[in-house]
């Protein structure tokens, strides 16, 4: 798992699986936790984006989706066949045939797949779904607001290869596709998974020059 930073854009960038790019909104180290949302959606310049994809979430990231703080938003669009169930809304917005969501943890019963063209389930925080002022228009463009607050992740920090090197007061090395290279020791001596191991050093030293 690596996060891109873009110095220009002043924006952090998370890649997860095919090669899609959630912007990250903030991360809670104390609870293990980063808030993310589609980049793709943060770039509509209106309050109706049109969601093209479900969020998978790649094993090799040690992340997980939890249902504490967060819910999700199915949207059935372009549909054909007889009116919804009373719970699913229809989107009243320009550009959308006859298009609906569920602000639902889950998609609801029905044969959503035999009679729209496109199904996908967005998860998005508890918090801002259930504000009045979302809540009560998110068929004409309060999901989009909801939306653009992302939604959070949690990681198990005893997870992979750095969990060892921060326990022995080192630093975590990634190189450019975000694959764990070595442990920066407080000695300046990079090794292989931790500080506590005087395993064959990857370099001898470090040393920045300006």
């Not at 770039?43 to 967060?70: E, H, M, S």
């Not at 063209?117 to 068929?139: I, K």
């Amino acid at each position: 798992m690596a996060i891109l930073c873009d110095a220009a854009a002043t924006t952090a960038t998370l890649r997860l699986a095919g090669d899609t790019n959630y912007t990250v909104l903030g991360i809670d180290y104390d609870n293990h936790t980063i808030t993310l949302a589609d980049a793709e959606l943060l770039a509509y310049n209106n309050d109706c984006p049109r969601v093209r994809r479900n969020v998978t979430i790649p094993a090799k990231a040690w992340l997980n989706f939890t249902a504490t703080g967060n819910s999700t938003i199915s949207f059935f669009l372009d549909c054909t066949g007889n009116s919804p169930p009373p719970d699913v809304i229809q989107i009243n917005c320009t550009g959308f045939a006859q298009s609906f969501l569920a602000p639902q943890l889950g998609v609801p019963v029905g044969d959503w797949y035999g009679s729209c063209a496109e199904v996908y389930v967005a998860p998005v925080l508890t918090e801002w779904l259930d504000r009045p002022e979302y809540g009560t228009r998110l068929g004409s463009g309060g999901y989009g607001k909801v939306l653009r607050r992302g939604f959070r992740l949690s990681w198990d920090p005893s997870a992979g290869l750095c969990y060892g090197c921060e326990m022995t007061n080192g630093k975590c090395g990634y190189d450019q596709f975000g694959a764990f290279v070595g442990c920066l020791c407080p000695d300046g001596v990079v090794r292989g998974t931790d500080c506590g191991k005087k395993e064959v050093d990857l370099f001898t030293n470090i040393s920045c020059k300006t």
